[in-house]
């Protein structure tokens, strides 16, 4: 197994699963580490996270569109050595860039999940009123219709509520 290391990565990186017949698995580190000596030494600490995945399902809609639903998202828990997979409810948000170019994550799609009335969260952070239609629009495990990228792919990010972000790019023809 070959573990790579980095503060952060690019987007195609969770492409590179293995090198020959050897795995690969990708740790993020904690930014923390930038801290050196400073760094509090406790055994809670985690300073590598294993990168997860998103569970989403490609849809078929009307006019050769296409919607993506989400399912959840997986993620190594350092703490416990388990991966941990989270159902919508676990997620806060979650993106799509409808036509990825494989060097920018541009949001052309913003959505937003969770158990704890985002929509009241929302409001109370705006300080403002927010039409409940359209916020409906946006709380969502399934996308708008889209037409099929131009590019041949997607890309979807996933944020859960406990700040743990991956993103996936998949192929759509």
């Known amino acids: 197994m070959?573990?790579?290391c980095a503060f952060n990565y690019e987007a195609h990186a969770s492409e590179f699963e293995r090198l020959g017949r050897i795995p690969v698995l990708k740790a993020r580190m904690n930014a923390d580490l930038h801290m050196?000596?400073?760094l509090k030494k406790t055994a809670s600490a985690n300073l590598f996270v294993i990168f997860g995945e998103p569970d989403i399902d490609i849809l078929d809609a009307d006019d050769g569109q296409v919607q993506v639903k989400v399912n959840g998202v997986d993620v190594f828990d350092p703490s416990s050595g388990k991966v941990r997979s989270?159902?919508?409810d676990g997620i806060a948000c979650w993106f799509i860039d409808t036509?990825?170019?494989m060097e920018s994550f541009f949001v052309r799609h913003a959505y937003f999940l969770g158990a704890n009335d985002p929509y009241k969260a929302l409001?109370?952070?705006l300080k403002a009123e927010i039409n409940e239609?359209?916020?409906e629009s946006l709380h969502s495990d399934t996308s708008r219709p889209f037409p099929k990228p131009a590019s041949g792919r997607i890309a979807v990010k996933v944020i859960n509520h406990l700040g743990d972000e991956v993103m996936k790019v998949f192929r759509v023809e």
Do not use: P
């Open 2 to 4: 070959l573990i790579g």
């Open 36 to 38: 050196g000596d400073a």
């Open 86 to 88: 989270d159902d919508a």
């Open 99 to 101: 036509d990825y170019n």
């Open 123 to 125: 409001k109370t952070t």
């Open 133 to 135: 239609e359209a916020w």
